[in-house]
């Protein structure tokens, strides 16, 4: 993985120290309310409805187990002994002391990580394929790039203070990964006919109250030119972008205001004067930035294929967790983990101190120290030999995070919501909760097989409900939660939003709605390997409608 | 009009407070200051304003509760989860809602 030089530490320290002096000067008076809101916010420190909340950068998703270790530490001493993972691969701590929080940093600094740009209208923390360096299906390995664009993002001059946040995903295989075409700018690394490297660019892709699938502006960009393209993009949004309205300044408004042909033809404009300036990326730039993300060294552990065969006839829960949480690797001896967030009835996303250390523990000792956050809120550890599995799930167990779910309809995505979110409407965890309790039996699990549920507690859709399978937004009408369902979304290659199904539910009727659907799923499937999204692709919403609300006049209303 | 009480974040820990008869800023709604008449509000939206202005708080804002059977509540469900806590049982060892909902004595 990356690690700082010289220049990266001390720039990190100099904004801890920054940062130190500006927390002091709130506390004595000396700064203002006003005055200080945007210097914490540019140091990850939002107010929610409790307390501040940190939220700290995890570039793509990419922690050493030293790392992990010290998010441990800053749960156990700065908060309640937790903290939460979130959709953008970056993890949020929940009850920081303001008064605390430089010291956290300063902390968080000694492991190379900040909290920097996981606020504010600036290019946000990117974001790869949570699998990136492991999967079998990979044409590159997507973080070297992601690191050259989270270094050329941090603390950019021109690009400090645009219309809107903004945010980018890089993906290095065809199967999406990082949902790239719901991100301002997605970029899919691919090889051209000569063997050469490059990225299909997709731009204006977003959720939110406006959700809308990006549009690709180049079906091939060189890898050279990868800060130039992008500068052009973000020059055109920069003088374009709408500042007059913030529902309205995000990039995807932009695309669908000026439509795709007109941008990406100001956007070529903008590069053809860029194009063989000084940020054309020299291959010795690139190739020394990738050289940090090289493959590791994976012994040939043939070993396991034998051992995994008997270990899962022994056993029959490992049986059950190798077949759903764990993916084929590069390597034929190694396998990807993904390490369940999602506990039967327990708070999607969230780990103890506790939790981080196990899985730090195990990371060293078995998966080469490296582990990753997904977008999907669970983590994942990259490179774990078949001959180790059984150790690993061993060790899981009894951490309380071997739950055998990754991609089943336990395995939900759910933001903070109103529990602990001041701009949601309504809660999203206590939905989760009971949704996950109800179909947690393993066998009817398996029997529904893959089904993405993801709730958001408000408009703005931290919890991707536009790309599930089943999405649910909670809204506040007449002072009370209701939650619209709404189906058919997806956040692949083959991205998709969902359409909003009906009237909403009321908190104790939502997951008898989900059995609805779900139920309705299984009787109209051809066989069991037509999935929920392919089933519903196929058949639409009216069966679905019809079940939910019986006759068409009660779902219009 | 509904009852009243005048409720912030503390700047220091940004934990949620209540404005209580002593002028305080207290973390237990159930000791809030309760305004029942227009005057009453308004010296309750003063202290705000200055209470943020001495950087005490931040985020002051008069909510709407009621009183039922002595406990105040209100009436939003966004102000009483600000004062019970997260609705969920977050970490280990953690109460959940109803230990803290309870009025103090």
Known sequence: MYRYDEFDHAFVAGRVEQFRDQVERRLSGELAEDAFKPLRLMNGVYLQLHAYMLRIAIPYGTLSARQMRMLAHIGRKYDRGYGHFTTRQNIQFNWPKLSEIPDALADLASVEMHALQTSGNCIRNVTADHFAGAAADEVADPRPYAEILRQWSSVHPEFSFLPRKFKIAVTGAERDRAAIQVHDIGLHLKKNDAGAIGFAVYVGGGQGRTPMVAKKIRDFLPEQDLLSYTTAIMRVYNLHGRRDNKYKARIKILVHETGAEELSRQVEAEFAELKNTELKLPEADIAAISAYFAPPELAARAEGWANLAEWKKADPAFAAWVRQNVQPHKHPDYGMVTISLKPIGGIPGDATSEQMEAVADIAEDYALDEIRVSHEQNLILPHVALADLEAVYRGLVAAGLATANAGLITDIIACPGLDYCALANARSIPVAQEISTRFGAPERQAEIGELKIKISGCINACGHHHVGHIGLLGVEKKGAELYQITLGGSGDENTSIGEIIGRGFEPEKVTDAIEVVVDTYLGLRLDPSETFLAAYRRVGPQPFKDALYGDKTAAAA | ?105
Request: net charge negative; aromatic share 6%; no cysteine.
């Open chain 2, 1 to 105: 009009m509904a009852d009243k009480v005048l409720t912030a974040n503390r700047l220091s820990d940004g934990i949620s407070v209540w404005l209580d008869a002593a002028g305080n800023w207290n973390e237990q709604l159930q000791d809030a200051f309760v305004a029942r008449h227009k005057e009453a509000v308004d010296a309750l939206e003063a202290t705000g304003k200055q209470a943020f202005a001495d950087n005490k708080v931040v985020d002051v804002n008069v909510v709407d509760v009621e009183e039922v059977d002595g406990v105040l509540r209100p009436l939003r469900m966004r102000e009483r989860i600000r004062a019970e806590g997260p609705s969920i049982a977050y970490a280990a060892g953690y109460a959940g809602l109803t230990a803290t909902a309870q009025p103090v004595a």
